[in-house]
């Protein structure tokens, strides 16, 4: 950065620095040197951890080509019927397991909500969103796949299952910020705990009830894609094959498609919150 | 709102008698669709397994527990392994996606309509691919082992933390930028003194959060060959040793909790 010469130098007052600088983000400086030492101590060990093969990675630029060469002309024909049955397979998953854990995730919120919900209640269900929420779609999906065997089955459960521990919690968040007024007007009509629920509660956050599961739609439809792999069916399977099979231009041909269809659905998905907001 | 006459008076209703029929409709096609689709979807399903499955779950908790605690020697090198991954990948991920944020936001692109697109295109297909396929892409190309593992978290989090950021570059008080342009400052210095100190606690939680998730999903890469914890849970699994996927288990919800807890210490210093 050049100096901006033109300024009139000030005269230094009793010897005080007269130009300012950022104050650092840590102010004690041994602390500073401390964490960036560590941090370049980390990195280096980091680094040389990795163990990087040079002879495969030189040999992998010919397979990376063929890749990309596979990228440019996507082969969508010649395991169409593959790619087709995958692409629905997954889409059926996505839907179904979307709308079952809607169906499961509303008592699961109503639970969760303080402000619904007695005590045991709202920490019963708050363990069950943590431990939804701590295991990756993957695992969960591993395990089904040991119970009910291969097959779109236990990818329906295991994005179900997903689904409650992100929808229970987003909602119950929801239930947890509405206005109490609004309830407190409907029970003082002389309402039951049902009629509170319909008139007072669920216009308030039936908006964000829409959203938030149009957006775990789209979220499914892409896990979807992935839990493929350890055989929970899906286009993720379809697209493993096709890497196994070393067929790069079915392997793009089913990339292209994973996010036309994960552009399509977000555009949806948008259209559809603009209008219920 | 409608008011409709009854015997009694007229009677309030929510909609009126097109509405509700539109309604009705809307909902009828939607359950005959989930019904059509699970009957795809469940086509091809051996329900004796299903019903099986409670026999199953039981058999498979008997073989779990105990954890093997013993094979804990074996797993401290692909731990390391794991978060070596998951930071590597985020910290390249750093690197590539701030360009492509300030390429990407409105008030910072050079072009809004040659680069913005493009640098939007880059986010979004990123980001519609996990991370997982990123790896199966990437061992076929790199081969397996910790490189392809650290370039999928980088290639997946590149459209997460661009996206992030952009939209936090988007949202930036002008003034604090035109108070610096007008000191006379070169367009490096607008970037370096009204720009980045606006968006650094935003960029910081992003980059955390990311973090946060992308040793969640290190823990999974191996089971495409890339590397870390995932590759012993893989053989586990694949030699049916389910005392060690327990273990296994254990060890990435315990990795995963204890970066939560970082994460969360060092967001609550920093922002």
């Keep these: 950065m050049p100096e901006p010469a033109s300024i009139p130098a000030v005269p230094p007052a009793s010897g005080s620095p007269r130009t300012w600088r950022r104050p650092p983000l840590v102010a004690d400086w041994r602390l500073r040197w401390l964490l960036i030492l560590g941090a370049l101590g980390y990195l280096t060990l980091a680094i040389a951890s990795l163990d990087l093969d040079w002879a495969r990675i030189g040999e992998g630029w010919a397979r990376g080509l063929r890749l990309l060469s596979g990228f440019l002309s996507p082969d969508f024909t010649s395991r169409w019927e593959d790619i087709q049955a995958g692409l629905l397979e997954s889409l059926s998953m996505a839907l179904t397991a979307t709308a079952a854990g809607i169906a499961l995730s509303i008592p699961v919120a109503l639970g969760a909500a303080r402000n619904l919900s007695p005590l045991p209640l709202y920490l019963a269900c708050r363990g069950l969103i943590a431990v939804s929420r701590s295991l990756q779609e993957v695992i969960v999906a591993i395990l089904f796949v040991a119970m009910v065997g291969f097959g779109p089955l236990a990818g329906f459960l295991t994005l179900a299952f997903a689904t409650i521990g992100f929808l229970a919690k987003l909602l119950a968040e929801a239930i947890e910020a509405i206005d109490p007024g609004q309830v407190e007007s409907v029970r003082a009509t002389g309402a039951g705990w049902w ?78 919150r603009e209008r219920v907001h | 709102m409608p008011v409709q006459g009854g015997p009694q008076g007229p009677v309030w209703r929510r909609r009126t008698g097109p509405q509700a029929l539109a309604l009705w409709a809307g909902w009828l096609l939607l359950v005959l669709l989930l019904v059509l689709t699970w009957e795809a979807m469940t086509a091809n399903q051996i329900w004796s397994f299903v019903w099986d499955a409670p026999r199953q779950a039981g058999d ?29 990948g985020t910290l390249s991920a750093i690197l590539l996606s701030v360009p492509v944020a300030f390429l990407a936001a409105r008030n910072t692109t050079p072009s809004r309509t040659l680069v913005r697109p493009l640098a939007l295109l880059v986010i979004v297909s990123s980001r519609s691919v996990n991370s997982l396929i990123w790896a199966l892409i990437l061992v076929t190309v790199l081969g397996p082992g910790l490189l392809a593992g650290v370039l999928a978290i980088a290639l997946r989090s590149i ?39 606006q968006i650094l606690p935003a960029f910081a939680g992003i980059t955390l959060f990311r973090w946060d998730i992308n040793i969640r999903e290190s823990t999974v890469l191996g089971l495409v060959g890339a590397g870390g914890i995932g590759l012993q849970l893989k053989a586990s699994v694949d030699t049916l040793a389910w005392p060690q996927v327990t273990l296994i288990f254990i060890v990435i919800l315990a990795t995963v909790a204890a970066s939560e807890w970082v994460s969360a210490r060092v967001r609550a210093r920093l922002i």
Excluded: C, H
């Excluded at chain 1, 992935?226 to 790069?248: C, H, K, P, Q, S």
């Excluded at chain 2, 527990?65 to 930071?87: G, K, Q």
């Design chain 1, 195 to 272: 009629q509170v629920l319909d008139y007072g509660v669920v216009p308030q956050v039936l908006p964000r009830l829409i959203g938030l599961s149009l957006y775990r739609l789209d979220i499914n439809f892409r896990e979807s894609a992935v839990i493929g792999i350890v055989g929970a069916g899906g286009v993720g399977a379809t697209l493993n094959t096709a890497m196994d099979r070393y067929e790069y231009g079915s392997a793009a041909a089913i990339l292209i498609l994973i996010v036309a269809v994960v552009l399509v659905t977000e555009y949806v998905s948008g259209w559809v």
């Design chain 2, 60 to 88: 498979l908790l008997s073989r779990m527990v105990p954890p093997r605690w013993s094979y804990m020697e074996r797993l401290w090198w692909p731990l390391w392994d794991t978060i070596n991954i998951a930071t590597l």
């Design chain 2, 159 to 197: 459209g997460f933390i661009g996206k992030l950021l952009y939209e936090a570059i988007e949202e930036i008080d002008t003034r604090q930028v035109e108070a610096i342009r007008a000191t006379g400052a070169g367009p490096a210095q607008v970037l370096d003194y009204g720009i980045v100190p």
